[in-house]
């Protein structure tokens, strides 16, 4: 078994569990029930949401899967175990108990990795990999998300019509949202026009991804391991139609991660 395979397989007991069953008209997720979603934090001057431009999924204690074009020189850090970007702690109430997360992590970027044949233009292979300074430790609000594997979980992802976008983009008001929201979408077939293995075609209707959830996960809910987890089938990528509004483009675009699985399992046993 290829060595990057094995460490991607360490993870099968904890991956992609949920609680529950830039998101354009979406609904707020319960805290700490996406627990592999990543924010990238850039070196810029101003309030804090703007340090935050995109988004991501933590797949091995060292690695974050994001899209190539959020990649950028002053990308310093990653966060993980966020929800409420306006609150230090973020805490639940269930009847009469309440249950807070542990303080957000803010993980130093080490460095990154694209494939060599990227187009920055087109936006085709629209993928990256942020390589971590030191590997965390999973916790009840930080582990990995599954990615497709094995050949019948693959093809379950790649045949799927219902999936998740969750990301922290700006919302149906054109607002940065301070929590990750969720929108569910479909997957169709892509016309000839934009026909190409590396992408994944999604029909908004009204709900997308929006800015700020470039590099956040399309996720499908599937039979992994004998249980049902969330799968990671797409990163966002970009949409069509740039004069419309978020969820009003004709066409949005996905990285199909079953199309890089070869690449994933190679790089991240380079050094």
Not at 143 to 167: A, F, H, K, W, Y
Not at 196 to 212: E, K, L, V, W, Y
Not at 227 to 239: C, E, F, P, W
Request: charged share 25%; proline share 6%; glycine share 8%.
């Amino acid at each position: 078994m290829h060595k990057g395979l094995e460490l991607l397989k360490e993870n099968d007991n904890i991956c992609g569990n949920f609680v529950d069953f830039m998101v354009f008209n979406g609904r707020n997720i319960r805290p700490g029930s996406r627990p592999w979603m990543a924010l990238l934090e850039y070196n810029v001057s101003g309030p804090i949401r703007t340090r935050f431009k995109c988004g991501g999924t933590l797949i091995t204690p060292e690695f974050v899967l994001t899209a190539a074009h959020c990649i950028e020189d002053n990308l310093v850090s990653v966060r993980l175990g966020e929800h409420d970007l306006s609150q230090p702690i973020d805490c639940m109430v269930y009847g009469n108990k309440k249950k807070c997360l542990d303080r957000p992590l803010d993980v130093p970027v080490e460095n990154w990795k694209i494939p060599e044949d990227y187009d920055d233009f087109h936006l085709l292979n629209d993928i990256a990999l942020i390589r971590l300074r030191e590997p965390v430790q999973f916790t009840n609000w930080i582990r990995p998300i599954c990615l497709p594997l094995s050949l019948d979980v693959q093809l379950d992802v790649q045949t799927g019509n219902t999936m998740e976008v969750v990301g922290w983009g700006r919302t149906e008001k054109n607002i940065l949202s301070d929590v990750p929201k969720k929108a569910f979408v479909q997957r169709l077939q892509c016309g000839p026009d934009y026909a190409t293995t590396s992408s994944i075609c999604i029909r908004t209707n009204g709900t997308d991804a929006c800015a700020g959830d470039s590099g956040g996960p399309l996720a499908y809910a599937t039979s992994y391991k004998g249980k049902q987890r969330l799968v990671q089938a797409g990163i966002v990528s970009y949409g069509i139609g740039r004069m419309h509004r978020c969820g009003q483009q004709p066409l949005a675009f996905y990285t199909d991660v079953v199309e890089f699985m070869a690449w994933i399992t190679e790089t991240i046993v380079k050094k």
